[in-house]
């Protein structure tokens, strides 16, 4: 099983791009990944590696802990 | 320096770039990508497998069993082509045409299949043994035959059964 499963990565990526006018496909293609892996990540259901996560943060203008977190983000933070 | 031409064509894996990318950039929903769908299609991969190899032994060596035996191995190759697009082209899509989450769910198939591929040389090196390490020219092409076809099919079988329906909202 992927490791999600035991430690899940919780994160505000759909968030963020909604709120930067994005388009699931336009962040895949500013990230170098398919357009389902943005929809895994934002579901929960995908872990991004060190890298993916710094090329999303870079392409929505976010630090790292504005995105992803080991605990659920309060709502509205 | 220039950057080396993109290959167009992948001669190991059968396939090519345009396919790969229209099988992984498809977005319309399809029922073909549902878990119940691709589980049907394993199934039926491994019946005609099993049928094409057994078909001269369980149906006799005359016009039935040849008959039997061509048709089975038609329906495992269209079976075949049909789950490989099921599961997007992934087991056999080159890691340059991938990202890091389909690259890992490939993989992952391909350590399952390996395992699995154990399990299927080891019963068949049992029957092997069970004979005394001896078998008629016709068990022993049927033999290979399962093993061959198996092995090539393995990993798209494994992909076919372990991935979960697709999500209409990607």
């Known amino acids: 099983m992927s490791r999600q499963k035991e430690d899940p990565v919780f994160n505000r990526v759909e968030e963020l791009r909604n709120a930067r006018g994005l388009t699931r496909q336009e962040l895949a293609d500013a990230v170098g990944v398919h357009y389902q892996t943005i929809g895994y990540l934002e579901r929960g259901e995908y872990s991004p590696s060190l890298l993916l996560a710094l090329k999303i943060a870079k392409a929505l203008d976010a630090e790292i802990p504005e995105l992803f977190s080991i605990k659920p983000f309060k709502k509205g933070a | ?170």
Request: aromatic share 8%.
């Open chain 2, 1 to 170: 320096m220039s950057e080396p031409k993109p290959k167009k064509f992948y001669w190991i894996q059968l396939v090519t770039r345009k396919q790969v990318e229209a099988a992984l950039g498809d977005e319309r929903p399809s029922r073909l990508r549902s878990q119940p769908v691709r589980r049907l299609l394993v199934v039926a991969l491994s019946l005609s497998i099993i049928l094409a190899a057994v078909g001269e032994l369980v149906f006799g060596d005359g016009k039935l069993g040849t008959y039997v035996e061509g048709l089975a191995l038609f329906a495992t190759v269209v079976v075949y082509l049909v789950l490989r697009r099921s599961v997007r082209l992934l087991a056999d899509a080159p890691t340059e045409l991938l990202d890091e989450r389909t690259v890992a769910i490939r993989d992952r198939a391909y350590t399952t299949a390996y395992w699995t591929l154990c399990f299927v040389a080891g019963i068949l090196a049992g029957i092997l043994i069970a004979n005394g390490l001896s078998v008629e020219p016709p068990q022993g092409s049927a033999m290979l035959f399962v093993f061959f076809l198996t092995m090539a099919c393995l990993p798209c079988m494994v992909l076919g059964w372990t991935l979960p329906s697709e999500s209409t909202n990607h």
